[in-house]
């Protein structure tokens, strides 16, 4: 085995879970597919990972790359054409067991969802307080005082003003960043011990994007929950998140503790996406540096290394033979690539790249990324 390698991927198991504990979530070789009239799209392909309670994990990649089907899929919330296998374990129990009439117990009440967009996910003829209080009228016991009292607590821990005013609003009155904050109450009011952020600040400016992941962190630290924060974009889960899974073309590329992954990095999409992050100390109109040529078409994936056609460090192996998931050198660090960054094989694997003029080679040395991989 090459330096840099100890240990190839079977199950969940071979991840450390995060914390010392035992883990709350563990999903082992998770696959969904798709039944279409093009064929069978494989939008998440073997997947395993563990979660423990109170902590977060950053879940990476391009938009199309299986980040939001893997969330619903480990919830149950899949349309009937999908087809689900592997085995999904929350707190002892196997989920992925569970017709949709025992999922409900857990819904809302033990694992919850916020949603990318707050407008279509709210119920846009139902008053605030309504929508808030369902949950609650659900999963507890308690009078219709108690639950308003309940609501009143949450919208107040959500930092939304005049909290007796927003009860008898709409969606429609209120902006962006006050639903997103509606639907992280709506997700919260049951008390979850899993929560799945998926892109919570799309759409929403800067500073509200801001507040919006500072809350969530805040209810977390109150509440000791696990969560599980989707996005696109580094620069989001870097200070936010204790591990990071990057995804791309339905399989996780790229897993290691957060401060590990931004450090030593060995996964050339990895490498690639902390290149497309915006810096504030670049010059004005400097170029945004993006990621060249496409994702595969994932009814017809490639045979070998699913990023070897975009990849500076591609070689034949690379385009013949899927590379597995290895653990590096640091514990708890995974990654999937024949030819890591970092290591003597992917310098030389990128010498002879740009010595044969592959544009992608040249783009990764240059910092412009924006050529066209064939």
């Known amino acids: 085995m ?174 962006g960043g006050m639903r997103q904050r509606v639907v992280i109450a709506i997700a919260l009011s049951c008390g979850p011990q899993l929560l799945f952020a998926d892109e919570p600040t799309t759409a929403l400016d800067v500073t509200v994007q801001a507040q919006i992941l500072d809350l969530l962190q805040e209810q977390q630290a109150e509440r000791e929950m696990a969560v599980v924060l989707v996005s696109h974009d580094l620069g989001v889960v870097a200070g936010r998140t204790h591990d990071i899974a990057v995804m791309y073309a339905g399989q996780i590329v790229e897993m290691a503790p957060t401060r590990t992954l931004f450090s030593e990095v060995r996964m050339p999409y990895t490498e690639a996406l902390l290149r497309s992050v915006p810096r504030v100390e670049n010059p004005k109109h400097t170029r945004l540096a993006v990621i060249g040529g496409r994702p595969p078409d994932l009814v017809d994936p490639p045979p070998g290394c699913r990023f070897a056609p975009r990849c500076p460090y591609a070689q034949e192996r690379c385009r013949v033979e899927a590379p597995p998931l290895v653990e590096a050198d640091t514990p708890g660090h995974w990654y999937r690539c024949w030819y890591p960054v970092g290591t003597d094989e992917g310098r030389e694997a990128l010498e002879r790249n740009l010595a044969a003029n592959v544009p992608q080679a040249a783009a990764a040395v240059t910092g412009d990324l924006s050529v066209e991989a064939s």
């Open 2 to 175: 090459s330096k840099g390698r100890r240990h190839v991927h079977t199950s969940a198991d071979d991840f450390p879970t995060a914390g010392g504990g035992g883990p709350l979530l563990e999903v082992d070789d998770l696959e969904t597919r798709f039944h279409t009239p093009r064929g069978v799209v494989r939008a998440v392909d073997g997947v395993s990972f563990r979660l423990e309670r109170g902590r977060t994990l950053g879940l990476v990649g391009e938009s199309g790359c299986g980040k939001s089907v893997l969330s619903r899929s480990i919830m149950g919330l899949l349309p009937s054409y999908a087809e689900r296998r592997g085995e999904i374990t929350f707190a002892g129990e196997r989920l992925d067991l569970l017709g949709e009439d025992a999922l409900r117990e857990y819904w809302g009440a033990r694992i919850a969802m916020v949603f990318q967009d707050p407008m279509t996910s709210l119920n846009p003829v139902m008053r605030i307080g309504q929508q808030i209080a369902e949950p609650l009228e659900i999963h507890t016991d308690l009078t219709r005082e108690q639950i308003r009292e309940t609501v009143l607590a949450l919208l107040r821990s959500v930092h939304i003003p005049e909290p007796e005013r927003r009860l008898r609003q709409y969606p429609h009155e209120l902006s």
